[in-house]
């Protein structure tokens, strides 16, 4: 059975296209341990943080998942520092990567640029990440774009490292997600909906009360003139806002396109498929008792830490450490 991993770094909050592109395969497709679900808070590190706000997002990202439907009887739940063999493994990994693999990453380069202070973590990162990947044996990453490329350089590690050391690794495949997960600002949507937008409001976070919600969809920027077309390269606005309702229904953009025949009332019926599909996890994760979370939690990396220890003592031993 292919075995499928998808990591949430808990920097800014969780969203609608989250939900729909990320968190609905999971909860789809979730089996005993063939899909590893996990909060990559050592990620969210490499950049300038509030300590208590990537703790808070930590369970908060915990919390969520579960409400959204995660099972952590049916899949393997865990928070990434919980589980010290993915930073063991880090390092190890670190010694069959190149300096110049790690300052090609496209991120890397852009996040770089910026002016003020960047973080050494920031460069290490992608093989921190081709950890996570590599020490369960996962043979397939949902990403996106922007994020294939270090995909790519978990294989090109796994696939040097077994050459010079022996058959260690298993090579993961990038796999892209739906194509509801595209759904853009709606503020600016020439923009993919993000967690850490500078402005909220042109994201429908999975925690806006619906009131939010419909507030900020009613005031999402659309197109010149007043038809209802899906056309998202002429009419963005529109378009993405046909995405949005189409990735709450199951039926297709072009289809509900011509049920409409203002932005106005488009807008209503989007407000009121959002508001439906997010209800029920808001509720659900009021329910849940933090003590409860932190169990789970724990449970989690007990888990994986049973099937994390004996691939990293696979590759310490391969590499050349005395056993212990």
Known sequence: MPRRLTGFTPSGDLHLGNHIGAIGPIISGQTTDDTVVFISDLHA???????????????EFAGLLLAAGADPDACLFLVQSHVPEHTELHYLLECATGFGEAQRMI????????????????LTYPV?????????DTTEVPVGDDQSQHVEL??????????????????PRAVNPPVAARLMDLASPGSKMSK????????????????????KIMRAVTDGGTEVVYEPEHHPGVSNLLTILAACTGDRPERLAARFTGYGELKEAVADAVITTLAPVRERYRELDPDHVRRVLRV?????????????????????????
Do not use: C
């Open 45 to 59: 590190l490499t950049l300038e943080h509030d300590p208590a706000q990537v703790r808070r997002r930590t369970l």
């Open 107 to 122: 991120q890397f380069k852009e996040k770089s640029s910026r002016q003020g202070p960047v973080r050494l973590s920031l």
């Open 128 to 136: 921190l990440m081709a950890a996570d990947i590599l020490l369960y």
């Open 154 to 171: 978990a294989r090109d590690v796994a696939r040097r490292f077994n050459a010079r050391y022996g058959p260690t690794f298993t090579l």
């Open 196 to 215: 850490s937008a500078a402005s909220p409001a042109g994201t429908l976070r999975l925690l806006d009360e619906p009131g939010v919600l419909r507030r």
């Open 300 to 324: 989690g990396a007990e888990r994986a830490r049973e099937l994390a220890a004996p691939k990293v003592r696979q590759a310490r031993e391969a590499i050349g450490l005395l056993p212990r």
